[in-house]
């Protein structure tokens, strides 16, 4: 259960890697202003309690509002909050200490945040240089630093995946005194140039990459990509205007090509507390890259548990596909791989024509979606090999039988002579599925994870496109554009086709739906276990099947488990759809 709930949370904590990168990269430019000075003796930064103002935020797309308020302050120290109205309610806060007109600070605006189960946490853990020395002037220049550790909890986290610092170094220099003007009101101000650098990095952590997808020469190496300790560095200018016994008033920035500035809106007690301050301009540098990178992995990891071997065998076919087009003209007949209990045909089956006494390979190929394959094969003795992830070839169920149902001239391993030349080998091949009989809750298990697959590996294109509209350049376009690629070669496995019919399981009684039974098809006459199934959030389920006979087996928690009659659909050259409403008792 522990190591189901880090592919999980790992995954969650992911994807919001670029979210909060978004968010918190460019926090140090939020800094407290107000209009009384009982808290603090440098002019430019006076705290008063009760004290707020509401800023603007505008730009490219960009029309935000965010407040700051003083909520404590004593002579010698503030504490202000910032009040972030996001999807999750987030707030922030920040320690202000004045001391002979020296400010300073021991936190960085650490806060706290719930995302349904999951929880975000910023700790402040070191800090140096001043916020703003005392008797600031035109060319007075001061540095400072922050390590800001950000934790992710919840949903039974493991302590590994803890999350990820960010070291953030600010350098400021007042450039000048002049006049600016802001919907609050018209000063006289000091310009002061700011230049913020971040570096975040994370511990060091094992994505589980499929080894075939790994070690794939179409795979960049992620896996060295991630175990870096710096993710990413990036450095952001931008300027900032401050008045004597008020504070900050306006900061601009055109970092990155886009332009944008935050304005004091109303100082005083603010009549609003509209929030959510748009940092993407700032943090694009860093976001770009991060969300592409992740899209790449998402797809990767979402798809980990289905890629193996069969990649190399989907890439094969992926290459020869046209090929085949043009040999389908020649070929009239073809042979068929199949799955030797339920009938139906077995794609991307990897089929091999050997030389019989020197087992030389001669050609390779891949099924398609019908299982088809055929071998244009010169005079002599062959054999033909058949490989699947969890098949056995050649048959045991179907050992020494020549004809199965519509599959007629069933191959089982033997020699194949071949007396004339251009001769087709077309034979249909049965091969027997290894379907291991989990518990039910190991069952509902690979239901969740399969759901959270499908989940991530869609938001990965989409998060490719995101990294594109904040920062377009050839490595953001290189990566979106592969992880398109990878998106539709990986669904290939992670998404199986639906058939639009339905049934459902229902409580006997009070005949409604029960979501998360446990349903297991069994081949007849082998009553061999051959797929499961757990019902959805309606209660629906289905099994697409062959010409073959099967029955069913229900089982859920506080309910009989309940055996379906036998369905029968020898005879038939058509696939069916196994969909008949069940009921279940109560225990």
Same mark, same amino acid.
């Given at each position: 259960?522990?190591?189901?709930?880090?592919?999980?949370?790992?995954?969650?904590?992911?994807?919001?890697?670029?979210?909060?990168?978004?968010?918190?990269?460019?926090?140090?430019?939020?800094?407290?202003?107000?209009?009384?000075?009982?808290?603090?003796?440098?002019?430019?930064?006076?705290?008063?309690?009760?004290?707020?103002?509401?800023?603007?935020?505008?730009?490219?797309?960009?029309? &935000?509002?965010?407040?700051?308020?003083?909520?404590?302050?004593?002579?010698?120290?503030?504490?202000?909050?910032?009040?972030?109205?996001?999807?999750?309610?987030?707030?922030?806060?920040?320690? @202000?200490?004045?001391?002979?007109?020296?400010?300073?600070?021991?936190?960085?605006?650490?806060?706290?945040?719930?995302?349904?189960?999951?929880?975000?946490?910023?700790?402040?853990?070191?800090?140096?240089?001043?916020?703003?020395?005392?008797?600031?002037?035109?060319?007075?220049?001061?540095?400072?630093?922050?390590?800001?550790?950000?934790?992710?909890?919840?949903?039974?986290?493991?302590?590994?995946?803890?999350?990820?610092?960010?070291?953030?170094?600010?350098?400021?220099?007042?450039?000048?005194?002049?006049?600016?003007?802001?919907?609050?009101?018209?000063?006289?101000?000091?310009?002061?140039?700011?230049?913020?650098?971040?570096? @975040?990095?994370?511990?060091?952590?094992?994505? &589980?990459?499929?080894?075939?997808?790994?070690?794939?020469?179409?795979?960049?190496?992620?896996?060295?990509?991630?175990? &870096?300790?710096?993710?990413?560095?990036?450095?952001?200018?931008?300027?900032?205007?401050?008045?004597?016994?008020?504070?900050?008033?306006?900061?601009?920035?055109?970092?990155?090509?886009?332009?944008?500035?935050?304005?004091?809106?109303?100082?005083?007690?603010?009549?609003?507390?509209?929030?959510?301050?748009?940092?993407?301009?700032?943090?694009?540098?860093?976001?770009?890259?991060?969300?592409?990178?992740?899209?790449?992995?998402?797809?990767?990891?979402?798809?980990?548990?289905?890629?193996?071997?069969?990649?190399?065998?989907?890439? @094969?076919?992926?290459?020869?596909?046209?090929?085949?087009?043009?040999?389908?003209?020649?070929?009239?007949?073809?042979?068929?791989?199949?799955?030797?209990?339920?009938?139906?045909?077995?794609?991307?089956?990897?089929?091999?024509?050997?030389?019989?006494?020197?087992?030389?390979?001669?050609?390779?190929?891949?099924?398609?979606?019908?299982?088809?394959?055929?071998?244009?094969?010169?005079?002599?003795?062959?054999?033909?090999?058949?490989?699947?992830?969890?098949?056995?070839?050649?048959?045991?169920?179907?050992?020494?039988?020549?004809?199965?149902?519509?599959?007629?001239?069933?191959?089982?391993?033997?020699?194949?002579?071949?007396?004339?030349?251009?001769?087709?080998?077309?034979?249909?091949?049965?091969?027997?599925? &290894?379907?291991?009989?989990?518990?039910?809750?190991?069952?509902?298990?690979?239901?969740?994870?399969?759901?959270?697959?499908?989940?991530?590996?869609?938001?990965?294109?989409?998060?490719?496109?995101?990294?594109?509209?904040?920062?377009?350049?050839?490595?953001?376009?290189?990566?979106?554009?592969?992880?398109?690629?990878?998106?539709?070669?990986?669904?290939?496995?992670?998404?199986?086709?639906?058939?639009?019919?339905?049934?459902?399981?229902?409580?006997?009684?009070?005949?409604?739906?029960?979501?998360?039974?446990?349903?297991?098809?069994?081949?007849?006459?082998?009553?061999?276990?051959?797929?499961?199934?757990?019902?959805?959030?309606?209660?629906?389920?289905?099994?697409?099947?062959?010409?073959?006979?099967?029955?069913?087996?229900?089982?859920?928690?506080?309910?009989?488990?309940?055996?379906?009659?036998?369905?029968?659909?020898?005879?038939?050259?058509?696939?069916?759809?196994?969909?008949?409403?069940?009921?279940?008792?109560?225990?």
């Amino acid at each position: 259960m522990k190591k189901f709930y880090r592919k999980i949370i790992f995954l969650a904590a992911f994807n919001l890697l670029a979210s909060l990168i978004l968010f918190n990269s460019a926090n140090c430019l939020i800094k407290p202003a107000s209009a009384a000075s009982d808290a603090c003796d440098n002019p430019y930064m006076p705290l008063a309690s009760g004290d707020q103002i509401e800023y603007k935020t505008t730009g490219t797309g960009i029309k &935000q509002t965010y407040t700051m308020k003083v909520i404590e302050a004593n002579p010698g120290f503030a504490k202000v909050e910032y009040d972030m109205n996001l999807p999750s309610k987030v707030v922030m806060q920040q320690n @202000i200490f004045c001391k002979d007109g020296n400010v300073t600070t021991d936190t960085y605006m650490d806060f706290f945040s719930n995302t349904g189960n999951l929880q975000m946490k910023a700790d402040t853990k070191e800090v140096s240089g001043e916020l703003m020395p005392k008797d600031i002037k035109v060319g007075s220049i001061w540095t400072n630093k922050y390590i800001i550790s950000y934790h992710y909890g919840g949903l039974n986290m493991p302590k590994e995946f803890e999350g990820y610092e960010m070291a953030i170094t600010t350098t400021n220099k007042v450039l000048s005194e002049e006049k600016v003007t802001v919907p609050a009101g018209s000063y006289t101000a000091l310009k002061v140039e700011s230049t913020n650098t971040a570096d @975040i990095s994370m511990p060091n952590i094992n994505l &589980q990459i499929p080894e075939a997808v790994r070690n794939s020469a179409q795979m960049p190496d992620l896996s060295k990509l991630m175990n &870096q300790k710096a993710i990413t560095s990036t450095s952001v200018t931008m300027y900032e205007w401050w008045v004597k016994n008020i504070g900050l008033v306006k900061i601009a920035s055109s970092s990155g090509g886009t332009r944008w500035e935050t304005v004091a809106v109303k100082i005083g007690v603010s009549n609003s507390w509209l929030d959510n301050p748009t940092l993407e301009a700032v943090a694009e540098k860093a976001v770009a890259p991060t969300v592409a990178t992740a899209a790449v992995v998402n797809t990767a990891i979402a798809t980990q548990s289905v890629v193996s071997v069969d990649f190399f065998h989907y890439l @094969i076919f992926f290459i020869t596909q046209p090929l085949l087009i043009f040999k389908r003209k020649k070929i009239k007949a073809w042979g068929t791989v199949y799955n030797s209990l339920s009938g139906l045909p077995e794609d991307l089956a990897v089929v091999r024509l050997q030389e019989a006494k020197s087992n030389k390979l001669i050609t390779t190929q891949v099924t398609d979606s019908f299982g088809r394959f055929a071998f244009l094969a010169p005079a002599g003795q062959y054999k033909i090999i058949t490989n699947k992830r969890n098949f056995i070839f050649p048959s045991n169920f179907l050992k020494g039988l020549k004809a199965d149902s519509q599959y007629a001239d069933l191959y089982h391993g033997e020699n194949i002579e071949v007396g004339t030349e251009g001769v087709v080998l077309t034979p249909n091949i049965p091969i027997d599925p &290894q379907v291991a009989d989990l518990s039910d809750a190991k069952i509902q298990k690979k239901f969740i994870w399969g759901k959270y697959q499908n989940i991530i590996a869609l938001a990965s294109p989409a998060l490719g496109g995101l990294s594109l509209i904040i920062k377009p350049s050839l490595i953001v376009v290189l990566l979106f554009i592969l992880s398109i690629i990878m998106y539709f070669f990986f669904r290939r496995f992670a998404i199986k086709k639906v058939p639009k019919k339905w049934g459902k399981v229902m409580a006997e009684k009070e005949a409604t739906s029960l979501p998360g039974a446990v349903m297991r098809i069994f081949a007849l006459p082998f009553n061999k276990l051959l797929d499961y199934r757990v019902t959805d959030t309606q209660g629906r389920y289905n099994f697409l099947v062959g010409n073959k006979k099967f029955f069913l087996t229900v089982t859920k928690d506080g309910y009989q488990k309940e055996q379906t009659r036998n369905f029968d659909f020898s005879g038939q050259k058509a696939t069916s759809i196994i969909a008949e409403d069940i009921k279940l008792k109560k225990i």
